[in-house]
């Protein structure tokens, strides 16, 4: 910084550097001063008008009283009188009902995402895909059935289907013969689905039967998807081989449903149902 002012009356403050780099002290536009200060202004109005000062017990409410809560609890009661025609509807009409009428449907299935997404989607994915060890919805192919009562019902009682491990009566070449039948989709030209009793659930046509909650063997698409590593053959033997839900076998597949009677409501359960329905068109 130099000692003496080489640039004097510019009205500097004498602070140079590098011979010309110097500190001037004019005064700030006019228009930025009175910016300044209507923002100062402001800021003291709105501490006035609204929630601002700390105080011993908390802060000042302003004199307009108004709250974050009581702009939320309004926007809230807001919502819900639109939502009122139609959850009034929803109570007094059954799933099917709801089905039926497009506007409600429409309305039941916007409402339902997040149901969806907080109770089913952490097994069943966000759009019905499925994940390994849990089935899709979005296929139209029901191990229970796909029309609308009887998604209440899966939804509300849950489900725990069983199927016998077959290690113990089948040999490995066994076992790959009806494997590689049901992934052609012709488990009947296997003659041990006939001899070793797969009939007795899956039917003599080998397409399941709802009220067992036995699959469809000849649609090519299956309960359980192939983990890492497998092939859908290897899946289908893994599941003839241990079973579902065995508990006589350690390494059976587990597959259950749970209930949701007691945690939801009957008219959250109808939404539900509706909201799956429409994954896939239902039965």
Known sequence: MADNNPFPGENNTGHIWDDNIRELSNPPPRWWMIAFWASVLWWVAYGILYPMWPTGSGNTKGIMGWSQMQEYDAGVAEVEGVRAEFENQIKNLSAQQILANPGLSDYTVASAKVLFGDNCAACHGGGGQGNVGFPVLADDDWLYGGSIDALVQT???????????????????????????????????????????????????????????????????????????????????????????????PKTREALMPTFGERLSKDDIKKLAVYVHKFGGGQ
Do not use: W
């Open 155 to 249: 939804i509300t009682m849950g489900r725990r289907g069983i199927m016998t491990a077959h290690s113990k009566i089948l040999s490995d070449a066994e076992i790959d013969g009806l494997a590689n039948a049901i992934l052609a989709g012709n488990p009947t030209s296997d003659p041990n689905f006939t001899q070793k009793g797969c009939i007795a659930c899956h039917g003599m046509d080998g397409r399941g039967m709802a009220v067992l909650g036995s699959a469809n063997l000849t649609d090519g698409i299956f309960r359980f998807m192939p983990e890492q590593g497998e092939t859908q053959l290897d899946s289908i033997k893994r599941t003839i081989r241990y079973g579902v839900n065995d508990a006589t076998e």
